[in-house]
């Protein structure tokens, strides 16, 4: 009753598969802001209980003054590109139904940044491959629970198989996370820098879920961990 209350309160702008958060833009007098929401989504699988989406289309929203620039509409092509996935949870009657079955499902939802390694060893999420934590600054600064209302998203390729061997039945999942430290084209961005990180790191993760059962193997691979300079361009 409560929330029916606040809701006439606000007009409906639009209707929102996730949220990704806030872009702050420093226009040096002023500060705009921007939301930024998935709009479009398809659905790639499932895995561990969590619906993989990819996303299709975003929607930014003026959380103040209204300047469109050519900046903002870069990132949101760059999001709109096929290429970021987040995931979502099943419904509580699905969730029920698939536990109840004794499928792979324990009840946390799925963090794509994170290699099944590192959730065996009790880790959150990895930083390296979550490309809007930058978007999650702003509502952290003002006490909203990024894991509640905002999702994370990883850049890359997700494909999820049903296998049957028998009467087996079994989920392939490989995963390519691409690093958001230093991503870019080779003529632009190569080696290493002064931090360790190379350029166009990408861990790939072939995944086979049996019931609750998961094997694992990763494999990384990036630019040549050295210091690179080429007269006439500019390499970072």
């Known amino acids: ?103 792979d499902f324990d009840g946390d939802m799925v963090d794509l940044s994170l290699s099944a390694q590192l959730r065996y060893q009790g880790h959150r999420m990895d930083e390296r491959f979550i490309w809007n934590h930058n978007l999650h600054t702003l509502p952290v600064q003002y006490g909203v629970d990024t894991s509640r209302w905002l999702v994370r998203i990883s850049c890359g390729s997700v494909e999820v198989r049903t296998v049957y061997a028998g009467s087996y039945k079994a989920k392939v999942t490989v995963i390519s996370r691409l690093s958001c430290s230093r991503a870019g084209t080779r003529f632009n961005v190569r080696g290493v820098d002064d931090y360790g990180e190379v350029a166009n790191f990408v861990e790939t993760e072939q995944a086979i879920s049996y019931e609750k059962t998961m094997v694992s193997f990763v494999q990384l691979r990036g630019s040549i961990p050295l210091f690179w300079e080429q007269p006439g361009f500019q390499t970072g």
Do not use: P, W
């Open 1 to 103: 009753e409560e929330c029916d209350h606040v809701k006439k309160q606000y007009a409906k702008v639009i209707d929102a598969h996730a949220c990704l958060g806030v872009l702050n833009v420093n226009l040096g007098d002023k500060q705009v802001k921007y939301l930024f929401l998935v709009t479009g989504c398809s659905s790639v699988g499932r895995l561990h209980g969590s619906e993989i989406q990819r996303i299709t289309d975003v929607f930014t929203l003026f959380l103040e003054d209204s300047v469109d620039l050519d900046y903002v509409s870069e990132v949101r092509k760059l999001l709109c590109s096929g290429t970021f996935y987040f995931t979502s949870q099943v419904t509580s009657s699905e969730a029920t139904a698939m536990q109840s079955a004794s499928h």
